[in-house]
């Protein structure tokens, strides 16, 4: 069908784990949260299944007294 509306394919809640740990920046625990609608512990099973998939993640320290750490992908695997 030549007129037919062409879609994007729906960006998975791993993709969008994946390009928010990309950013320079990083991203926190709660900003992944609201990102992907997950509970705390989901999102660091998520970050410890990217850890075993051979993405090497950097915890980043909080950037005020009080604040909440970020994390960031920093090494991706190799492609086999």
Request: charged share 25%; glycine share 8%.
């Amino acid at each position: 069908m030549p007129n037919a509306p062409q879609t994007k394919p729906k960006e998975t809640k791993s993709a969008i784990v994946r390009r928010l740990l990309s950013r320079k920046a990083g991203a926190d625990i709660g900003t992944l949260q609201k990102a992907t609608g997950w509970q705390p512990h989901s999102v660091r099973a998520a970050l410890s299944t990217l850890r075993k998939a051979g993405y090497t993640i950097d915890k980043m320290p909080p950037k005020s007294d009080g604040g909440v750490p970020s994390y960031r992908i920093i090494g991706v695997p190799e492609q086999a």
